[in-house]
């Protein structure tokens, strides 16, 4: 059978729960147990805590570290050195002319070579124009030529036809001359009184007037055949001049190369019919070619630019990696310095020449030619400086400043004077010694003094994490701030060069206590 369970009675109850009806030493044992004791707890591990720290052993701090930086560097370099100006341009004909014909006619033979990119030396056909019209035109002139010179030979004739009646007249007024003075003296020895028309007609006045008259009438004469013999002289010349005329005409209906050249375009065919206002084509010269070639202004101190067509310009490395490759290139030399700035960039323009610039020569056999509108990159020999160090431009830093690694292994941040800039490199003139070292590593904070290291073939070796390959005498703690102030600086390169890479001062992890009290907060 169950039993229920016993109800405690209500009186009891009652005075359980009514502080005032406990005896008053029970509130006492109560107290006692609920301020006291957890006192007494916390005093005692105070306690116990002051006896494990005074009795336990001390840790000493140690400085910082200064890990150094693993870099590369590479030698200064001071001599003389040239200044090599780099810049870019376009090829260009330095001869170009668009080819008309001196005649016109229909286009009746024309030359394999004639079509665009086609050579033709001085002097080849190019085209024929026909050429009957203008030989039966020679033919007539030289019949108009040879008609004039008769035409002249016979003025010759007549001229001295003329002047031998001058002659013939001038004897005869001389000898009518001396009848007349025969005349007189009869006259005279005969005394006799005649009239004045008897004594003209005895002194033989008719006589000496008609001959004077034919002497001037033959004058006039030579004149008239002189001034006729010169007209047909003109008149032969002036046929000899037409005949030479139709005879270039016919020579013009070839037409040829005015010089070594390369066809650029074709304007007609064959069977075309064309005129002097028609183009045949566009040849430009294969003998030289320039390169216009954009420099800043700053830049032309640097280049040597001719000043007259004897003087050498700078020379000229001309590249083209599109089309040759990066180590191909051909030679030229400054010729001219154009008289104005480009509109656009402000920059001087200068003329490079490039001799057989399609290596058609046999001493060019071989080398890269030039495409017309290419558009090049130069290297222009400038003039030498006396004593520089070549620095490349990734090693200036904050401005003209370089980073020395000093004889200490410790970085100097030193300012330097750039004499002259080029794309890839700068030539310095003050700031550095030979033999300096340049790092070459960038850093990421770089301070001045910070101590560096170099990259060797050990490096790998030596970069182990921390405490890998330490030796047992720096594996051990310090025994005294002193003592670690004064260890050497070797001590301190000792670091690995994965410590070196997170900066410099960075705090070493203190060493772990050693003996019972490492195990006291454990227990």
């Given at each position: 059978?169950?039993?229920?369970?016993?109800?405690?009675?209500?009186?009891?109850?009652?005075?359980?729960?009514?502080?005032?009806?406990?005896?008053?030493?029970?509130?006492?044992?109560?107290?006692?147990?609920?301020?006291?004791?957890?006192?007494?707890?916390?005093?005692?591990?105070?306690?116990?805590?002051?006896?494990?720290?005074?009795?336990?052993?001390?840790?000493?701090?140690?400085?910082?570290?200064?890990?150094?930086?693993?870099?590369?560097?590479?030698?200064?370099?001071?001599?003389?050195?040239?200044?090599?100006?780099?810049?870019?341009?376009?090829?260009?004909?330095?001869?170009?002319?668009?080819?008309?014909?001196?005649?016109?006619?229909?286009?009746?033979?024309?030359?394999?070579?004639?079509?665009?990119?086609?050579?033709?030396?001085?002097?080849?056909?190019?085209?024929?124009?026909?050429?009957?019209?203008?030989?039966?035109?020679?033919?007539?002139?030289?019949?108009?030529?040879?008609?004039?010179?008769?035409?002249?030979?016979?003025?010759?004739?007549?001229?001295?036809?003329?002047?031998?009646?001058?002659?013939?007249?001038?004897?005869?007024?001389?000898?009518?001359?001396?009848?007349?003075?025969?005349?007189?003296?009869?006259?005279?020895?005969?005394?006799?009184?005649?009239?004045?028309?008897?004594?003209?007609?005895?002194?033989?006045?008719?006589?000496?007037?008609?001959?004077?008259?034919?002497?001037?009438?033959a004058k006039v004469a030579v004149k008239e055949a002189d001034v006729a013999r010169k007209a047909a002289r003109a008149a032969a010349q002036e046929?000899?001049?037409?005949?030479?005329?139709?005879?270039?005409?016919?020579?013009?209906?070839?037409?040829?190369?005015?010089?070594?050249?390369?066809?650029?375009?074709?304007?007609?065919?064959?069977?075309?019919?064309?005129?002097?206002?028609?183009?045949?084509?566009?040849?430009?010269?294969?003998?030289?070619?320039?390169?216009?070639?954009?420099?800043?202004?700053?830049?032309?101190?640097?280049?040597?630019?001719?000043?007259?067509?004897?003087?050498?310009?700078?020379?000229?490395?001309?590249?083209?990696?599109?089309?040759?490759?990066?180590?191909?290139?051909?030679?030229?030399?400054?010729?001219?310095?154009?008289?104005?700035?480009?509109?656009?960039?402000?920059?001087?323009?200068?003329?490079?020449?490039?001799?057989?610039?399609?290596?058609?020569?046999?001493?060019?056999?071989?080398?890269?030619?030039?495409?017309?509108?290419?558009?090049?990159?130069?290297?222009?020999?400038?003039?030498?400086?006396?004593?520089?160090?070549?620095?490349?431009?990734?090693?200036?830093?904050?401005?003209?400043?370089?980073?020395?690694?000093?004889?200490?292994?410790?970085?100097?941040?030193?300012?330097?004077?750039?004499?002259?800039?080029?794309?890839?490199?700068?030539?310095?003139?003050?700031?550095?010694?030979?033999?300096?070292?340049?790092?070459?590593?960038?850093?990421?904070?770089?301070?001045?003094?910070?101590?560096?290291?170099?990259?060797?073939?050990?490096?790998?070796?030596?970069?182990?994490?921390?405490?890998?390959?330490?030796?047992?005498?720096?594996?051990?703690?310090?025994?005294?701030?002193?003592?670690?102030?004064?260890?050497?600086?070797?001590?301190?390169?000792?670091?690995?060069?994965?410590?070196?890479?997170?900066?410099?001062?960075?705090?070493?992890?203190?060493?772990?206590?050693?003996?019972?009290?490492?195990?006291?907060?454990?227990?």
């Amino acid at each position: 059978m169950t039993s229920k369970p016993e109800t405690p009675a209500p009186a009891a109850t009652d005075r359980a729960a009514d502080p005032t009806l406990t005896p008053p030493g029970g509130r006492v044992v109560r107290l006692v147990l609920k301020v006291l004791l957890p006192l007494a707890i916390l005093a005692g591990g105070v306690l116990v805590a002051a006896h494990l720290i005074a009795t336990g052993p001390e840790a000493k701090r140690r400085p910082p570290e200064r890990r150094a930086r693993l870099v590369e560097v590479e030698q200064a370099t001071l001599g003389p050195q040239r200044a090599v100006v780099h810049a870019m341009g376009t090829v260009g004909p330095a001869v170009s002319v668009e080819l008309h014909p001196r005649v016109g006619g229909e286009v009746v033979e024309v030359s394999k070579e004639f079509l665009p990119g086609g050579r033709f030396r001085a002097g080849d056909l190019i085209l024929q124009i026909d050429k009957e019209d203008y030989t039966l035109a020679v033919e007539r002139k030289r019949l108009a030529a040879e008609q004039a010179e008769l035409a002249a030979d016979q003025g010759d004739l007549v001229l001295e036809q003329r002047q031998s009646a001058v002659a013939r007249t001038e004897g005869e007024l001389k000898l009518e001359i001396g009848q007349q003075d025969i005349a007189r003296r009869e006259y005279e020895l005969l005394g006799e009184d005649v009239g004045d028309a008897a004594e003209e007609l005895v002194l033989r006045q008719p006589q000496f007037h008609t001959a004077q008259a034919a002497e001037q009438a033959a004058k006039v004469a030579v004149k008239e055949a002189d001034v006729a013999r010169k007209a047909a002289r003109a008149a032969a010349q002036e046929a000899r001049n037409g005949l030479r005329q139709a005879e270039l005409d016919l020579q013009r209906t070839a037409i040829q190369a005015p010089f070594n050249a390369l066809v650029q375009s074709r304007g007609v065919n064959l069977g075309a019919t064309v005129s002097a206002t028609r183009a045949l084509a566009t040849l430009v010269g294969t003998d030289t070619y320039w390169v216009e070639v954009s420099v800043p202004v700053d830049q032309l101190p640097w280049i040597r630019v001719p000043r007259t067509t004897e003087e050498p310009g700078a020379t000229v490395r001309v590249f083209d990696e599109a089309a040759w490759g990066p180590d191909r290139f051909r030679t030229g030399r400054v010729c001219r310095l154009a008289g104005n700035l480009e509109e656009q960039g402000r920059m001087a323009r200068l003329l490079v020449s490039v001799e057989d610039p399609l290596a058609l020569a046999e001493t060019n056999r071989g080398q890269p030619a030039l495409l017309i509108g290419s558009y090049v990159r130069v290297e222009i020999e400038g003039t030498t400086i006396a004593s520089a160090a070549p620095v490349s431009r990734s090693l200036l830093r904050d401005g003209d400043r370089v980073w020395i690694m000093t004889p200490a292994d410790k970085l100097e941040i030193r300012p330097v004077t750039v004499a002259f800039r080029s794309r890839d490199h700068v030539l310095v003139t003050d700031g550095l010694r030979a033999g300096d070292r340049l790092v070459t590593t960038d850093l990421a904070a770089p301070v001045d003094g910070m101590p560096l290291r170099l990259r060797t073939d050990e490096s790998p070796a030596a970069e182990k994490p921390p405490g890998a390959g330490a030796s047992p005498e720096s594996a051990k703690p310090a025994a005294s701030p002193a003592a670690d102030k004064a260890a050497p600086p070797a001590a301190e390169k000792s670091v690995s060069p994965a410590a070196g890479t997170s900066g410099a001062g960075a705090e070493a992890a203190p060493a772990p206590p050693r003996g019972p009290a490492a195990q006291g907060p454990a227990q």
